[in-house]
T-cell receptor, first 117, second 112 residues
C-alpha cells in the first residue's frame, strides 16, 4: 500500500539557518511523483516543489531544494537561509499513476517548522 | 492570488442536516479534488474528478457525494452530517492527474 511518513512532528530553528525535513515513502510503482506543500497559520496550502521519480537531479526552487535518495525511498526538503515567514506546517505527498490512468494521492502527517529571530 | 475559491468559509450545523460546499477554480485545470483535514492536520483525499472519471476514496462514507456542473466547479454535498464530519474541507485543482495541486482556502464545518 502507498504510504508517506514524516517522523519529525516539530522543528525549531533560528532565522537564516538551513533546515532539513525528512520524508520516506512506500510504493509498488516504478513511476511516481513526490511533492512538498506548505500550510501557513491561516490554513492556506501552497505547493512548493516537486520531484519526478525518473529524474536523478534534485529539484530546486528558490530557497527550497530536495534531497532525493531513491534507493532509500527518501525525499527530504531543505530550506536554506530560513526566514520568519517560513514558519508553517510542511507536508510531503506522493502521487502514483494507477493502471487505470488515474492517480492516487497520499499526504504525510506534516512537520511543523518554527523559525525564530 | 487566489484561483481556487470555496464557499462558505465556515458552516455550523446540527447532526442529521444536509450541507453543501462550493468550489470553483479559474485556472483552467481539468482535474479537481476534495480533501478532509481533521483537527490533527491529517489530510485525506476524498474524491478526484475530471471530465472523464470520478475516483472515490473507498473510506469515504456514502453520505458524501461530489457534484460537478463543469470542469471549473466541484461541489461537495453531505447528506446527513455526523459529529465526526467536523473538519476543514479543502478543494484543489490541477492539470491532469499527476501534477501539483492548487488549494482553496477551505471550509470549516462544525457539527453540533
Amino acid at each position: 500500500a502507498q504510504k508517506v511518513t514524516q517522523t519529525q512532528t516539530s522543528i525549531s530553528v533560528m532565522e537564516k539557518t538551513t533546515v532539513t525535513m525528512d520524508c520516506v515513502y512506500e510504493t509498488q510503482d516504478s513511476s511516481y511523483f513526490l511533492f512538498w506543500y506548505k500550510q501557513t497559520a491561516s490554513g492556506e496550502i501552497v505547493f512548493l516543489i516537486r520531484q519526478d521519480s525518473y529524474k536523478k537531479e534534485n529539484a530546486t526552487v528558490g530557497h527550497y531544494s530536495l534531497n532525493f535518495q531513491k534507493p532509500k525511498s527518501s525525499i527530504g526538503l531543505i530550506i536554506t537561509a530560513t526566514q520568519i515567514e517560513d514558519s508553517a506546517v510542511y507536508f510531503c505527498a506522493m502521487r502514483e499513476r494507477q493502471s487505470s490512468n488515474t492517480d492516487k494521492v497520499v499526504f504525510g502527517t506534516g512537520t511543523r517548522l518554527q523559525v525564530s529571530p | 492570488e487566489t484561483a481556487v475559491f470555496q464557499t462558505p468559509n465556515y458552516h455550523v450545523t446540527q447532526v442529521g442536516n444536509e450541507v453543501s460546499f462550493n468550489c470553483k477554480q479559474t485556472l483552467g485545470h481539468d482535474t479537481m479534488y476534495w480533501y478532509k483535514q481533521d483537527s490533527k492536520k491529517l489530510l485525506k483525499i476524498m474524491f478526484s474528478y475530471n471530465n472523464k472519471q470520478l475516483i472515490v476514496n473507498e473510506t469515504v462514507p456514502r453520505r458524501f457525494s461530489p457534484q460537478s456542473s463543469d470542469k471549473a466547479h466541484l461541489n461537495l454535498r453531505i447528506k446527513s452530517v455526523e459529529p465526526e464530519d467536523s473538519a476543514v474541507y479543502l478543494c484543489a485543482s490541477s492539470w491532469d492527474w499527476g501534477i501539483e495541486q492548487y488549494f482553496g482556502p477551505g471550509t470549516r464545518l462544525t457539527v453540533l
